[in-house]
């Protein structure tokens, strides 16, 4: 009796034929795909608003503060005290709700005394608060 030889040739035909039919069905479907459609954003309001600058509260060293207003590129700096900033403050909000306020020190200034400062604008509920921070020199 002779034994069989083992065939060790894989037969690729039924794998063609696979891929040949999802070519097909492929070719068929894609053209019925609609395209998907991108909404660019428009210019109107948008390119019309231009951000206003922040009010900027200066801590000096000595613990007094300045509030700067930069209109038309040039700053007025105004000495004020904690109630006159908050009143200040509510006051520019008040004419354009969306004004943010940031904070400045001099890097001599305790923290405390910035943290005071933060902590009143928001007990007053003095909107959009933050922290202004000069770039570390390379």
Same mark, same amino acid.
């Given at each position: 009796?002779?034994?069989?030889?083992?065939?060790?040739?894989?037969?690729?035909?039924?794998?063609?034929?696979?891929?040949?039919?999802?070519?097909?069905?492929?070719?068929?479907?894609?053209?019925?795909?609609?395209?998907?459609?991108?909404?660019?954003?428009?210019?109107?309001?948008?390119?019309?608003?231009?951000?206003?600058?922040? @009010?900027? +509260?200066?801590?000096?060293?000595?613990?007094?503060? &300045?509030? %700067?207003?930069?209109?038309?590129? !040039? /700053? =007025? $700096? #105004?000495?004020?005290?904690?109630?006159?900033?908050?009143?200040?403050?509510?006051?520019?909000?008040?004419?354009?709700?969306?004004?943010?306020?940031?904070?400045?020190?001099?890097?001599?200034?305790?923290?405390?005394?910035? @943290?005071? +400062?933060?902590?009143?604008?928001?007990?007053?509920? &003095?909107? %959009?608060?933050?922290?202004?921070? !000069? /770039? =570390? $020199? #390379?």
């Amino acid at each position: 009796m002779r034994q069989r030889k083992l065939m060790n040739q894989i037969n690729v035909v039924p794998y063609i034929d696979v891929m040949l039919v999802l070519l097909v069905i492929f070719m068929v479907t894609a053209p019925m795909l609609n395209p998907a459609l991108v909404e660019l954003p428009s210019v109107g309001k948008s390119a019309a608003q231009v951000p206003e600058a922040p @009010l900027e +509260v200066i801590v000096r060293r000595d613990g007094s503060m &300045v509030l %700067r207003e930069r209109t038309q590129g !040039k /700053p =007025a $700096d #105004r000495d004020v005290d904690m109630r006159g900033l908050v009143e200040a403050v509510k006051t520019k909000q008040a004419q354009s709700p969306e004004r943010a306020v940031v904070i400045s020190a001099d890097k001599d200034v305790r923290y405390e005394a910035v @943290l005071k +400062v933060m902590e009143e604008l928001q007990r007053q509920q &003095v909107a %959009r608060v933050g922290l202004m921070v !000069k /770039p =570390a $020199d #390379r």
